[in-house]
């Protein structure tokens, strides 16, 4: 069971950015629309658009290191699974709730930032423990198992 090499890396890099440019898009007119919107309180409406958005994009970014794994004929191990996942949450956590802080720090928010600091806890752990987990699951893990057998 041998690690991914730089142009397997490329290729899994290029095939979740042409997976995942659809899910951005449509994420950016969803925003568009809350940002639009005559809603007073557009907290709970943003907060759970990036959740949706976190969940297809770690899954089209899951899925895409799996098939990467089965284009080229190759298992991950147990020790490439978790730098896997640990990349994964340290990368995407920050990004999307970069989303949300961004409309609701600083002194111009409509919210208190205690209440800020605790979405974006929710938000963090849920991205980072529950989206990841479950992608990860449900792709790699069997890719895992399979190598373990074929060994």
Do not use: C
Request: aromatic letters at 10%; charged letters at 30%; proline letters at 4%.
């Amino acid at each position: 069971m041998v690690p991914l090499n730089s142009d397997e890396t490329n290729y899994f890099e290029d095939l979740y950015w042409q997976r995942s440019q659809p899910i951005r898009q449509r994420f950016e007119a969803e925003l568009r629309k809350v940002d639009d919107s005559t809603e007073v309180n557009k907290s709970p409406d943003y907060l759970n658009l990036i959740k949706e958005y976190a969940q297809a994009d770690i899954e089209v970014r899951v899925t895409a290191h799996a098939d990467t794994y089965r284009r080229f004929a190759k298992y991950p191990t147990e020790q490439d699974f978790s730098a896997f996942i640990d990349q994964l949450k340290r990368e995407t956590v920050p990004r999307f709730t970069l989303e949300y802080s961004e409309r609701y720090t600083g002194l111009a928010s409509t919210l208190p930032q205690d209440l800020v600091q605790r979405n974006l806890e929710i938000l963090s752990e849920d991205i980072g423990v529950t989206k990841v987990g479950e992608a990860a699951s449900k792709h790699l893990r069997v890719l895992v198992n399979e190598g373990k057998i074929r060994q």
